[in-house]
């Protein structure tokens, strides 16, 4: 499907010196300016979204990501962040063109437009015919391996859930397959430290939005994705399935508004909409195959185990890093795939308008470089020969030493009905 922006003169745009002022917003347009003319709506009869552009969009500089994780330490009662904002209204940036949409659509069209979607198939993963190891069974019951390199003191807390890190290393050198499926569907953002996508289409991937955006501010350039990207062999380093640059964000618009996550809003205030999907300039899922994505009840998801995969990063000093990561001098830096055994939720806050909670606490081990790693399950009805993502990692309340009786420590971006029918509603107008 042809992506088909709107037919104005060209705006001026700023860098950096938009911050200060944040992004201001345009008369509204008409929808089908921007929605393509064989969108899935017109043929059902559903409303279109309406589309504003923003006139001066925020892009800033590439730099590194998921430095945010953290350096907020998240305290008090977590039910504080409940909130009334409408979580309709997402924000599409175009980091080729420099312009950005904002697109938001009535609840009943949205909720419409979301069971067409469903029952043609756009929300399930899917198996790649490019042949692949198949570690299903692997990844829900392998312990993993430990590398026999160990780079902190033995016994030294760098894990989370009760100050303990259970998570291995799942990497090439580990006896895992450079092709295992459902591995190679995930990737490593490469800036900085980094930041963990699993892709959930042919080119289109699932991420925290603080691995491409900042929040309050406006969304980074220059983000790379490498899917099953490996460095266990080194000095070889492995991109079985190449790089590709991400060419547009898709995400909540209250991430990036100054009047919600500017200051002085916190991390912890804005957790509830960090959440984003990035289109890519090629069609990697094409050969990796895909994870499925939906929402569920409170009581179906407490119901159901996950796991949680992603690319730790391994900076020295860092005290929630693994305990045996690799030397983050390399090049390609915490290039290695790490995960826990499976985890639980411990409890659910942040309620939208709704009645629907944004963000629920797990017992899966995260850290630096994890953030965007999908929460996903196999025990969901949705799985149709891929796994279901119903989440992503965000935060966690603590640091190692903090974590000590505390099971639930890692904080997950929850996949609400509102989520998974706004990013079903990217595919219907830009595909992916």
């Not at 859930?161 to 050198?173: E, L, V, Y």
């Not at 699932?206 to 309050?216: F, Q």
């Not at 992503?392 to 000590?404: A, G, L, R």
Request: glycine share 10%.
């Amino acid at each position: 499907m042809k992506r088909r922006l709107l037919s104005m003169a060209t705006l001026s745009l700023c860098l950096t010196s938009c911050v200060a002022e944040g992004p201001d917003v345009a008369p509204p347009t008409s929808s089908p300016d921007i929605i393509p003319s064989d969108w899935i709506g017109y043929e059902l009869g559903i409303e279109p979204p309406a589309v504003t552009e923003v006139e001066h969009p925020v892009f800033l500089p590439a730099s590194d990501a998921d430095t945010e994780l953290g350096e907020e330490v998240l305290r008090g009662d977590r039910s504080a962040r409940d909130s009334n904002e409408p979580d309709e209204s997402w924000t599409y940036y175009d980091l080729v063109d420099r312009r950005a949409f904002r697109v938001a659509f009535q609840p009943e069209a949205l909720e419409r437009l979301y069971t067409a979607m469903v029952a043609r198939g756009e929300t399930r993963g899917f198996r790649s015919e490019v042949p692949a190891a198949d570690d299903t069974s692997r990844d829900r019951s392998d312990p993993g391996v430990v590398p026999m390199t160990p780079d902190l003191p033995p016994g030294a807390l760098a894990g989370w859930s009760d100050g303990i890190d259970n998570r291995t290393r799942r990497g090439i050198a580990d006896g895992w397959a450079h092709n295992s499926w459902p591995y190679r569907a995930i990737g490593h953002f490469t800036k900085g430290e980094g930041c963990t996508g699993t892709l959930i289409g042919r080119r289109t991937v699932l991420t925290a939005a603080h691995c491409v955006a900042d929040r309050g501010e406006g969304v980074r350039l220059g983000s790379t994705f490498r899917a099953r990207s490996d460095n266990t062999t080194w000095p070889m380093q492995l991109e079985p399935y190449g790089t590709a640059e991400v060419v547009s964000v898709w995400a909540p618009s209250s991430y990036t508004d100054p009047s919600r996550c500017g200051p002085p809003a916190d991390s912890g205030t804005c957790n509830k909409w960090d959440i984003a999907v990035v289109e890519l300039d090629q069609d990697v899922g094409a050969a990796t195959g895909a994870f499925g994505f939906g929402s569920a009840s409170d009581n179906d998801m407490m119901s159901w185990s996950y796991l949680l995969r992603g690319y730790p990063s391994c900076k020295p000093g860092r005290p929630d890093r693994p305990s045996f990561c690799l030397d983050f001098s390399r090049p390609v830096r915490n290039a290695a795939l790490w995960g826990s055994g499976s985890c639980s939720i411990g409890s659910f806050w942040s309620v939208g308008p709704k009645g629907w909670a944004r963000e629920l606490s797990a017992s899966c081990d995260g850290s630096r470089g994890m953030s965007g790693s999908a929460f996903y399950t196999y025990d969901s009805p949705l799985n149709f020969n891929a796994p279901v993502a119903y989440g992503v990692y965000s935060q966690m309340p603590c640091f190692p030493d903090d974590c000590v009786g505390n099971s639930f420590a890692s904080t997950i971006t929850r996949i609400t009905p509102t989520y998974a029918s706004m990013m079903a509603a990217r595919k219907s107008i830009w595909g992916g």
